[in-house]
């Protein structure tokens, strides 16, 4: 197993240089359309955003540059990690291809799911028990971590099932071990819904704890139905 990480750590370097000087870049070119996004996200939430610090405007732009660089480059860090991962593995070739693929989709599917179902209706919810006395104030650099980090999490939590079937095809966790430690798996969902939510409310955990356990479920459907034991 310490062969196997070694492996993954050096196949991870011959590509990390590439893929961050890619990051920068993407960043610069998407911060002159940052303006833009913020305000996409300001019409689709209803919410009107204020600043309390010289920089804060500025950091805000930075941080939706840095995310729309991240979420657009996807694809090219996905191959990069699975590359990294099979190599210990001898996964390649048209597997390294369906996996990179698979998660990509699960990925982008999860961000879209957010952006449209789940991230209204917490902000909603979240911003229902205003009233007449007491009014949200809501400042851009906090908008934007909650807006980022959620849809960030959700598309990262959709890829799970991807990895528990590479997690079985590699002979590491057997199906029989996921159905087995489903209380576990529950415990774990919970704990990471705690830590991938901007906001440790009930409302926020839910949303996404809910959708996570039901990917698990649907992992150990997918393991079943290609026959890995």
Request: with cysteine; hydrophobic share 60%; glycine share 6%.
């Amino acid at each position: 197993m310490q062969n196997k990480l070694v492996i993954f750590i050096i196949e991870l370097r011959k590509s990390a240089r590439a893929l961050l000087i890619s990051l920068m870049a993407l960043t610069i070119l998407v911060f002159l359309l940052s303006s833009s996004l913020i305000s996409v996200f300001q019409d689709h939430l209803h919410e009107k955003l204020y600043f309390f610090s010289v920089a804060g405007p500025f950091l805000a732009h930075v941080k939706v540059a840095f995310f729309g660089a991240l979420y657009l480059l996807m694809p090219l860090v996905t191959y990069v990690l699975w590359k990294a991962m099979g190599k210990p593995f001898g996964v390649t070739g048209k597997r390294l291809f369906w996996f990179v693929f698979a998660t990509c989709l699960l990925f982008y599917l999860g961000t879209v799911f957010c952006y449209l179902v789940t991230l209204p209706f917490g902000v909603k919810f979240l911003l229902g028990f205003q009233s007449e006395d007491l009014k949200a104030v809501i400042s851009i650099g906090r908008f934007v971590n909650f807006v980022t980090l959620f849809i960030l999490a959700f598309g990262v939590i959709f890829e799970l099932p991807v990895f528990m079937i590479f997690s079985s095809q590699v002979g590491m966790i057997s199906r029989a071990a996921f159905q087995r430690n489903r209380r576990f798996a529950v415990l774990g969902i919970a704990i990471l819904a705690a830590l991938l939510t901007p906001t440790p409310d009930v409302v926020n955990m839910a949303l996404m704890g809910g959708p996570l356990y039901l990917l698990y479920e649907a992992g150990i459907l997918v393991i079943r139905m290609l026959g890995i034991d």
